[in-house]
């Protein structure tokens, strides 16, 4: 089986997935954090509309908390189960499945009671206890790729989730460190990756740059549409991109966000790639 068909079977797995027969890539979108039910009803709404018309497949992103902050006053979430209920709610209003990261080994099998996709955090993926526990689940396990990692070291945490008897895993490239306040991401990785897993681009977090002196993480949205069209045109399996209506006060990750209003018009235009080199 190509690596091409492969990853669209690990894919079409996902309950309420919707236009698998597109030729398009998949998206994980949606806000950082869930910061209330309102936003992200809103926020889920605006992207099922964009999404249906694009014919992309697509899956709700929203944390239920975030526990990986740089100052200890930075905003955490709202409560994880009410947060999660947000989550199974997005999913029965709009029919679309859901995916939130976890951070520690008993909230793997928390979340999974209401969510379809399970993200492993960059900074936690060589966690073998955090791992296995995702996939014991059944869920799909999303692993993002550690800033520190080589794209190579990836397949060993993808046979974690194998060895533990889930097939279904996805791999996440979300930039790799490029000094202390930067990150750059390396497109040769994307093929090397593919060959292990479904493999997403994850826009918005290959622009932050972290370590700033104030303890809030800065970030490029500017450069959004420039990384995405590369990935699209390196075959990426997924994209994965952040968006909120007001960035700007956002609670988490405000500062590498795409503004919610221009992502019809990004998502548009990153098709029409898509389709140029499914031509080819």
Known sequence: MSTNNLSL???????????????????????CAIEGEDMALRIAERV????????????FKGSFKKANRSRI????GIG?????????????TFDVPTVTDIHEVSDAAMAAEYVDVLQIPAFLVRQTDLVVAAAKTGKVVNLKKGQFMSPEA???????????????????????????????????????MREYAPTV????????QPNQSIGVTGGRPDM????ARAGVVNNVDGLFIETHFDPANAKSDGANMLHLDNLESLLTNLVAIRKTINSL
């Open 9 to 31: 079977k690990l894919v079409i797995t996902i309950p309420k997935l919707k236009h698998t027969q597109s030729n398009n890539f998949f998206l994980l979108c949606g806000p």
């Open 201 to 208: 681009l994850d826009v918005t977090h290959s622009l932050q």
């Open 224 to 227: 959004i549409e420039t990384i």
């Open 48 to 59: 099922v509309k964009i999404t249906d018309k694009l014919e992309i497949p697509y899956v």
């Open 80 to 92: 994880d189960e009410k947060a999660l209920k947000i989550l199974r709610k997005v999913s029965e």
């Open 154 to 192: 990836m397949k060993h945490a993808v046979q974690k989730v194998k060895d533990a008897g889930n097939d279904q895993a996805w791999i996440t490239d979300r930039g790799t460190m490029f000094g202390y306040q930067d990150m750059i991401v390396d497109f040769r990785g994307i093929p090397t």
């Open 73 to 76: 006053d930075s905003f955490t």
